[in-house]
């Protein structure tokens, strides 16, 4: 089972090494929205990788379901919420489908 820490991208690990000052800001208002949710946690997690299907932001895919999954998010949820922007963004969500699947089986 791989740990959240090793499912971060490249990019933001870079973020996180290269620029600590800017990446603890964004924490803080990531963690500030997180409390004003109304949102259970689960919720919340397979919302969110609604919006990153919809965006086709695959880097962020693994990291996020790893999360939903630890949120009580099943692979039927997570593949749900992944197509459930086929309406309005197109195929274009089904883009992550496999990352998605890859990182649910694996954690």
Known sequence: MADAASLVSDAFQA??????????????MVGGLAEASALDKKTSALAYLAVLAARRLESGIPFHVHIAKQAGAS?????????IGLPAAGLVVTQVLPAAIAAYDAS
């Not at 600590?20 to 803080?28: L, V």
């Open 75 to 83: 692979r039927e949820e997570v593949i749900s919420a992944i197509l």
């Open 15 to 28: 973020f996180l090494r290269e620029a600590p000052e800017h990446a603890r800001a964004w924490g803080a």
